[in-house]
């Protein structure tokens, strides 16, 4: 099954797809579309000139309580910069990376996407676009 998320957009589900239930769901998609966090590339969090960016999986870690600065930046429960630790609520649904569940793909151009990383990073998704395919993957 195909669903446009936006021109030239799509969301691919594998036919009989059933949504996997995903912790923090509702915050998540909440914070993401606030317009309270700036999005920003590569790190979970970083600072730039004074203020902090996130990426989709820094805005999840910080609205669950986990994101901490560390020496080297800010990481989920201090594990790693651009990922999600293992020990987080939502690492079962989402994997360190956003991963989409198996055969679950988002198709932009020429470029397929396979996680919500990938999506952010691109520079192409908003945190609207990335919200609306969080609602569409995945089920409280």
Not at 24 to 34: D, F, G, H, T, V
Request: aromatic fraction near 12%.
């Amino acid at each position: 099954m195909n669903i446009t998320i936006k021109k030239d957009v799509t969301l691919v589900l594998p036919d009989k797809y059933r949504k996997v239930k995903l912790p923090w769901k509702k915050k998540w998609l909440e914070a993401l579309r606030s317009g309270k966090y700036r999005q920003g590339y590569y790190d979970l969090c970083d600072r730039d000139n004074g203020r902090l960016k996130y990426c989709c999986l820094g805005v999840l870690s910080k609205i669950q309580g986990r994101l901490i600065e560390a020496e080297c930046g800010w990481v989920d429960h201090f594990e790693n910069l651009a990922v999600l630790s293992e020990d987080n609520p939502a690492f079962g649904a989402l994997s360190e990376g956003g991963d989409f569940p198996e055969g679950v793909s988002v198709q932009f151009g020429n470029g397929v996407f396979q996680c919500l990383a990938g999506l952010n990073d691109s520079g192409l998704f908003s945190f609207k676009d990335i919200a609306k395919v969080i609602e569409l993957i995945w089920k409280n």
